[in-house]
C-alpha cells in the first residue's frame, strides 16, 4: 500500500462487524427497509411464516411446528443478512469519518483587518470564522479553515488531510493557492482568505461524503431497483395464483393436499430476486470507500457510475503523462563552438535558477564535465526568468550569460550588437522540437553558443496503462500547452491516442462538448481556475486537492493526493461497481433455476407424482427440499457480502469478451452453485430430522 493511500479496513474488523449487527437490527424497521421494497416484502412474508408457526404450535395450522419454525428463522435471516450487508458498508464509512473527525481540532486564528502583514488582527475560534474573512497564518500555526493564500508563501504539511508526510509550497497567486483547513504551516506565514463557513468546509463535505447513509442512489441502481421490483410483483402474482390453482387441482385429481401459505411464501421469497437486492445498497456504497482508500474522494455516486462509462479521458501533459520536470539531457553547440564551451555558458546562466530545470543542467554540467561552481563571482546579479524576456541567467562583470527560448535569446544578442546568429540554430532548435523536447538557447554577451536540449520524460509504464484503456474501448487524448511538433513527438512516445496542443480554455471546453455531442461520456483532470468551465462541462471532473477553489468547486471528484494519474484508477473503480452488480444481478437471477428444482416439485408433489422426475438433485422429502431451499437462499448473502464490498476483479479486455466472460463465470456458476449448496443442506436436514 502507498503512504498516499488511505489505510485499508478490513471488512471483518471486529468493531465493524459489531456495529454492522447492532444497526442491521435497527434495518429491520419497515420504515427503514423502504428504501429496498424487495427486503420489505421478505419481510412482511417473515411476519407471515411467524404467524404460521403460532398457529402450528396452537393446533390451527396441520403443518409440524419444527417446519413452519425453522422456515421462518430462515426468512428472518434473510432479511438480517440483508441489512448487515448494508450496515457493513456503511460502517466501512463511518470508521474512515471518525478518523477524519479525530483531525479536527477548534482551534485560534488571527483574524486581520485588511489582508496585509502588519494589519492589526483580534484572535478569534475557528467557529467564528467566515467566508471572505482574512487570517494570517505563521510557523508551526494550524490554518484554522479552508481558503486560498492571498499573500506570502509557505511550506504546509498536509499529511492530516493526504497522508503525504512530504510538505508543499502553497502561494498566492497561481495555482498551487488552495489550502485546507487542519493542515499546518511549517515555514514561513501566509495570508489567507476563508472559502467557507464553518460545516461547509472541504473536510466537512469529505465526512459526510465517506459516511455511506448519506449516499444517494445512481441512475443505474435506481432502474435497476425497479426491474428488481418488477420481477417481485410477478413473482408475487405467481404465488398468488398458485393457491386456488393448487385448491381446483386437489379437487379435480382427488389427491394430494393444497399448496400451504408457509410453502408459498417460502416459494415467493426463493424465486424473488432477494439475493441481489440485498447487496445492492453495500455495492454502491462500497464503491465509494475503494476510491477513499486510494485517496480519492467522490462528491457523489453518479460521478463514479459515469467513470465507468467512460469513452474519452482527457490528461494534461505535465504531471500526469510526463514526470512534471523537463531534464536537461543534452549540449548541441553551434557557431562552431564546442560542448564543453556551451556547458560552461550554461553552467554560468543556471546557478542561481533554482527550478528544476535549471538545476538539472548543473548536474548535467558537472556528469558530463566535472565542472562544478560552489560559489558566484561577488559582483553577481541574478536575473530571473519573466514572462515578458522568456530569458533567465547572470550578469558578472561585463559578462551576460542568458538562456531561454530561441527568438527571445536571438533578439537579445542582437540588441547588444550581434551582426549575425549561427546558421545551423534553426535547425538544431527545429530538430530538438520535432523530437518532442523543449530547445533552450544559450548565449554570452553577443555569442550563441548552442542549445540545451530540455526532455519532458514520460512517466515509466504510462504506455500500458493506456493500452488498458483502449482495449476496454476508452479514447485518451493528452492535452498541452506546447507547441504542435513537441506534442505531437510526446503524443506519439507516451501512445496517446490523439492530442490538443496550444490548448487555452476554451480549446478544451469545445473538445469536450465536442465529444459529447459525439455521444461519448467525457472525463478529465484539471488543477487551475482555467480549467473550471471544462471540469465543469466533463461528466466525470476530477480535481486536485492542491488546484484552485474554482477547480475545485466545479469538478465531482477530489484527489487528495493531486496525482493525476488517480483518473485511470477512478475509471477502473467505476467500472468494479458496473461489473460488481451486474455479475450479482446476473448471478442473482441464474439461481432461481436450481429453486425450481427443488421447490416445485416438492409443493406439488402429492398432486402429480409424476414431477417427481424434476427431483433431479433427488431431495429426501418434500419439506427438506423446502427448508434447504430456503436456507440456501439466506446463507448466499453474507457469502457474497466480501464480493460486494471488494467488487468483482477488474479485467481490461473490450465489453464484448468481459460481458461472455461474465455470464460464463456469474450466469453459469449460478446455476451450478444453489444445485449443489441445496443438496448439502438437504444432506444434512436429513441428519437432525
Known sequence: MSKHEAEPISIFDARIMGAALLESLKKLDPRELWHNPVMLCVEIASIITLVTFVMSLTGTNKEPAWFTGTVSVWLWLTVIFAAFSEALAEGRGKARAASLRKTRTDVMARRLTKPEFGASFEMVSATELRKDDYILVEANELIAGDGDVVTGAALVNESAITGESAPVIRESGGDRSAVTGGTTVIANAIIVRITANPGETFLDRMISLIEGAKRRKTPNEIALEVL????????????????????????????????????????????????????????????????????????????????????????DKTGTITLGNREAVAFVPVGGHTERELAEVALMASLTDETPEGRSIVVLTNQKYGMKLDTLPSDAETIAFSADTRLSGVNTGKKQYRKGAADSTISFVKKLGALNVPSNLNDVVDKIARAGATPLVVSCDTEIYGVINLKDIVKGGIQERFQQLRSMGIKTVMITGDNPLTAAAIAAEAQVDDFLAQAKPE???????????????????????????????????????????PAREAANIIDLDSNPTKLLDIVEVGKQILMTRGNLTTFSISNDIAKYFAIIPAMLLSIYPQLGVLNVMHLATPMSAILSAVIFNALIIPLLVPLALKGTRFRPMPAEKLLIHNLLLYGVGGIIAPFIGIKAIDLAIGLFV
Open 228 to 315: 428488481l421490483i418488477a420481477l417481485t410483483l410477478v413473482f408475487l402474482l405467481v404465488c398468488a395464483n398458485i393457491s386456488p390453482l393448487s385448491i381446483y387441482s386437489v379437487k379435480a385429481a382427488g389427491q394430494g393436499t393444497p399448496v400451504s401459505l408457509t410453502i408459498l411464501v417460502a416459494l415467493f421469497v426463493c424465486l424473488a430476486p432477494t439475493t441481489i437486492a440485498a447487496l445492492l445498497p453495500a455495492i454502491g456504497i462500497a464503491g465509494m470507500d475503494r476510491l477513499f482508500q486510494k485517496n480519492v474522494i467522490a462528491l457523489s455516486g453518479r460521478a463514479i457510475e459515469a467513470a465507468g462509462d467512460v469513452n474519452v479521458l482527457l490528461l
Open 507 to 549: 480549446d478544451k471546453l469545445r473538445l469536450i462538448k465536442e465529444n459529447q455531442e459525439a455521444g461519448f461520456m467525457v472525463a478529465m483532470t484539471g488543477d487551475g481556475t482555467n480549467d473550471a468551465p471544462a471540469l465543469a462541462q466533463a461528466d466525470v471532473a476530477v480535481a486536485m486537492n492542491t488546484g484552485t477553489q
